[in-house]
């Protein structure tokens, strides 16, 4: 079983930067593909980008240049840089885990959830 915890969220203006963290337990994390879904205020939960076990990426094209992501096996712990902040970026960020993805982006993919961390950045 994976568990997940993410962290870093925080307020800041817009062109700022902000890092999430997601701390994974379990012994299978590296074999995991991890994602990062978020949902704007009475929005559907978006996919953001993904990193499969194989260090292949995808990014939604609404982030692609701005956001990073990474991932660290040693230390269970997967990383969603943010630069080059907007207002639409203001949302609830989640951590996302599957053993098996199809479609990155699509949210029934993933079976481990976090529990959100905010991100809200003004203008």
């Known amino acids: 079983q994976v568990q997940l915890v993410e962290s870093g969220g925080g307020s800041v203006q817009a062109g700022g930067s902000l890092r999430l963290s997601c701390a994974a337990s379990?012994?299978?994390?590296?074999?995991?593909?991890m994602g990062w879904f978020r949902q704007p205020p009475g929005k559907e939960r978006e996919g953001v980008a993904s990193i499969d076990s194989d260090g292949e990426i995808e990014y939604a094209d609404s982030v692609k240049g701005r956001f990073t992501i990474s991932r660290d096996n040693a230390e269970n712990t997967v990383y969603l840089q943010m630069s080059s902040l907007k207002p639409e970026d203001t949302a609830m960020y989640y951590c996302?885990?599957?053993?098996?993805?199809?479609?990155?982006?699509?949210?029934?993919?993933?079976?481990?959830w976090g529990q959100g961390t905010q991100v809200t950045v003004s203008s």
């Open positions: 996302a885990a599957s053993a098996r993805v199809r479609t990155w982006w699509w949210r029934n993919d993933y079976d481990k």
């Open positions: 379990g012994d299978t994390y590296s074999s995991y593909c």
